[in-house]
């Protein structure tokens, strides 16, 4: 490629004084001009390239994080509804069973028959016995609490509660509920429960010895529940600690039990429960780890 240019300078007469100068390209010089220009640009394109795929990278490893989360918390959340339903549908069972069985188990249960025979006797506020009772029938005399013989049962009055399920997760109340008696011994009294089985109603006023143990999965966190009392006419919202218990462990593989027991006296038609301080605590149930009892002392 050449390029030629011309530029006056002046005239002298009829003659013109100016400068002319001619500029020379080669064909290879143009060519290796062009050639890393593209270079230049296929380099830059390329750079943007790359950042562009590593920042959608970089987006949907997140995006593959996040959505692992949620997989892992729906199996979680899966894993709970089933056990939950799995209880329900034990519970149902035990209903269904005691309800057909009730009538019978009434006409033979020993502490039925001993209600009976306190009937027709007169009552002591003081010692908590009958004073008198007939003894024309062997079953008044067989669990009559006054009746002399080497071989009658002591009488007292106790409960002894157990979840018939192995595991359960405490909801943000704290409150435990759905307890059921494992022994009931043929006492002057009874218990009963309300509030979902969740509180014991005390008989009668007198000196009780109540006892308790919670049994958690493994975890780190702290665990703490407390034995509370509503006393006669009380609101809910108006119950009292009587006692507390605190567990934790640094080691994953173990679970936790925590027991306590507290001596109190309570009056007739106060309630006892247990209530988890912490929410959402994961307990163990199976029988043995986890109860509730009440013995009358006096």
């Excluded at 100068?21 to 064909?27: E, G, M, T, V």
């Amino acid at each position: 490629m050449e390029g030629e240019n011309f530029k006056t300078l002046g005239t002298i007469g009829d003659y013109e004084i100016g400068a002319k100068w001619q500029l020379k390209f080669s064909a290879g010089t143009i060519q290796t001009f062009y050639l890393k220009t593209l270079l230049c640009i296929s380099l830059v394109l390329m750079a943007s390239t790359c950042i562009f795929f590593g920042l959608q990278s970089s987006r949907l490893l997140d995006r593959e994080a996040e959505l692992h989360q949620i997989s892992l918390t729906i199996l979680k959340l899966q894993s709970e509804v089933q056990l939950e339903l799995k209880e329900i549908r034990k519970l149902k069972a035990e209903l269904s069973v005691e309800s057909s069985t009730r009538e019978s188990d009434e006409e033979d249960s020993p502490v039925i028959r001993e209600k009976r025979s306190i009937s027709k006797g007169s009552y002591n506020s003081k010692d908590t016995k009958p004073s008198k009772a007939k003894k024309n029938s062997t079953t008044d005399k067989k669990y009559h609490p006054n009746y002399n013989t080497k071989n009658a049962p002591p009488k007292v009055t106790a409960i002894h509660l157990e979840r018939n399920v192995t595991f359960s997760v405490t909801g943000s109340n704290g409150i435990i509920n759905r307890w059921h008696p494992q022994w009931l011994p043929s006492g002057l009294e009874s218990f009963e429960l309300e509030d979902h089985n969740s509180s014991l109603v005390i008989p009668s006023t007198g000196l009780y010895l109540i006892y308790a143990q919670l049994c958690y999965a493994a975890t780190k966190d702290n665990n703490s529940y407390e034995v509370r009392v509503i006393n006669q006419g009380a609101a809910s919202s108006h119950s009292k600690i009587i006692a507390q218990c605190s567990a934790g462990t640094t080691i994953l593989d173990n679970d936790i039990t925590c027991y306590t027991s507290v001596a109190q006296i309570l009056q007739a038609n106060d309630r006892v429960y247990l209530q988890q301080i912490q929410k959402h605590r994961h307990l163990l149930m199976s029988m043995g780890r986890s109860f509730l009892g009440i013995v009358k002392l006096s």
